[in-house]
Nanobody
Framework: QVQLVESGGGLVQAGGSLRVSCAAS????????MAWFRQAPGKEREFVAH????????NYADSVKGRFTISRDNAKDTVYLEMNSLKLEDTAVYYC??????????????????WGQGTRVTVSS
């Protein structure tokens, strides 16, 4: 069992930057692959980024590639999502997710067993 708590969301202007964090507690964080998903108003939850257990491999949705960076600090039991060049369409609730080892399909919600409560990011014009 692992508990996830996101933080760092807020209001930011288009073109700006924001970093959200996800702190884990419970089992050994370094054994879990981590991901970020987001859900915009009126839309389904979608994959944003994934990082493997050691932080040596990352993957991104095409919509955020080159703008967002996922990273992790296993000593601090925390995963981060650095968001740059934010666009209005990045407005969403951002969720972190975890799975022991590696996910079957990293872009699918059902591949992850544990979820945080989400942190809201609002990009304004």
């Amino acid at each position: 069992q692992v508990q996830l708590v996101e933080s760092g969301g807020g209001l930011v202007q288009a073109g700006g930057s924001l970093r959200v964090s996800c702190a884990a507690s419970g089992r050994t964080f370094s054994m879990y692959a981590m991901a970020w998903f987001r859900q915009a108003p009126g839309k389904e939850r979608e994959f944003v980024a994934h990082i493997n257990t050691r932080g040596t491999s990352t993957n991104y949705a095409d919509s955020v590639k080159g703008r967002f960076t996922i990273s992790r600090d296993n000593a601090k039991d925390t995963v981060y999502l650095e968001m740059n060049s934010l666009k209005l369409e990045d407005t969403a609730v951002y969720y972190c997710a975890a799975v022991l080892g590696a996910p079957g399909l990293m872009t699918r919600q059902y591949s992850y067993n544990y979820w945080g409560q989400g942190t809201r990011v609002t990009v304004s014009s």
